[in-house]
């Protein structure tokens, strides 16, 4: 058995862990100037004005952004994997909605401020290409993981 049927209040540490999840998207979305819905996002200060975009941050802070995501996408993908059972623990916190939301907004942004920036070193775009659509592929991935689990085993069963 894993961890979680040894230990059955792992649930409720992954249910007070999901909202510090599902902030992290809120933080990418925020580092690109994206604002994002669904009941946690958080009003605008007026003074607060966003500059900073995907298209026009540093080259380094891009770089930061993608890698982020990707090992973020990457975790919850192999953790879900591994442990489909936390699907229900997820769906409490909207996570499809909240996936699907993140998903539209922030990957059309960051897949044209990759396209559309100058490189010195083509290696450096190849790179970014590469995680940007590795997240997008285990976004997708723990999307259908999330949807087998939550909505078709139980009419199978």
């Not at 996002?41 to 952004?65: F, H, I, R, W, Y």
């Not at 044209?112 to 083509?122: F, L, P, Q, T, V």
């Not at 285990?138 to 259908?144: A, P, R």
């Amino acid at each position: 058995g894993n961890i979680f049927t040894q230990q059955p209040s792992y649930f409720s540490d992954l249910d007070e862990t999901l909202p510090t999840v599902l902030q992290v998207f809120n933080n990418i979305l925020h580092k690109c100037g994206l604002q994002c819905e669904g009941a946690s996002a958080e009003p605008q200060k007026l003074e607060e004005k966003v500059s900073v975009t995907a298209g026009n941050m540093p080259l380094q802070e891009l770089k930061d952004v993608v890698l982020y995501l990707c090992d973020t996408c990457t975790t919850l993908w192999a953790f879900l994997d591994v442990f489909p059972l936390a699907c229900q623990t997820f769906q409490k916190h909207e996570f499809c909605y909240r996936l699907a939301s993140f998903y539209e907004l922030a990957i059309p942004e960051l897949e044209s401020a990759i396209k559309k920036r100058h490189y010195e070193d083509n290696s450096v775009f190849a790179d970014l290409w590469r995680r940007i659509s590795h997240s997008r592929k285990k976004m997708m991935e723990v999307f259908h993981i999330l949807i087998n689990q939550v909505c078709l085993q139980p009419i199978l069963e």
